[in-house]
Nanobody, 134 residues
Framework: EVQLQASGGGLVQAGGSLRLSCAAS????????IAWFRQAPGKEREGVSC????????????SVKGRFTISSDNARDNAKSTVYLQMNSLKPEDTAVYYC???????????????????????WGKGTQVTVSS
């Protein structure tokens, strides 16, 4: 069973940086996607960024493009992997609970991240709070 563990959230001033980590394990397929979503109080969940394991492709929501970077530790063991979300130039509107999620349906994962969070992902980790003060 796929398990995801997110960490790295915290409180930071506007303009600062944080790095989130998502430790993933239990994949039985070589091709999968890991994505970050976030949800602020009173707002709908939104996709932030997605990473695909087979080709290392990355995808970003317009609201974070140029400020956030998703990457992987490139672990050769596909059963375990860590995906990072480096967040720079943080803004108060980035404040939210951030979740990492995974799916072995890569196209569904990309679509969920970039256009339709309601599609859902098969596996979710617990969220980590990111708070950006002004």
């Amino acid at each position: 069973e796929v398990q995801l563990q997110a960490s790295g959230g915290g409180l930071v001033q506007a303009g600062g940086s944080l790095r989130l980590s998502c430790a993933a394990s239990g994949f039985t397929y070589d091709d999968y996607a890991i994505a970050w979503f976030r949800q602020a109080p009173g707002k709908e969940r939104e996709g932030v960024s997605c990473f695909t394991s087979s080709d290392g492709a990355t995808y970003y929501a317009d609201s974070v493009k140029g400020r956030f970077t998703i990457s992987s530790d490139n672990a050769r063991d596909n059963a375990k992997s860590t995906v990072y979300l480096q967040m720079n130039s943080l803004k108060p509107e980035d404040t939210a609970v951030y979740y990492c999620a995974a799916d072995d349906d890569v196209l569904k994962a990309i679509t969920a991240t970039m256009a339709a969070p309601s599609y859902g992902m098969d596996y979710w980790g617990k969220g980590t709070q990111v708070t950006v003060s002004s």
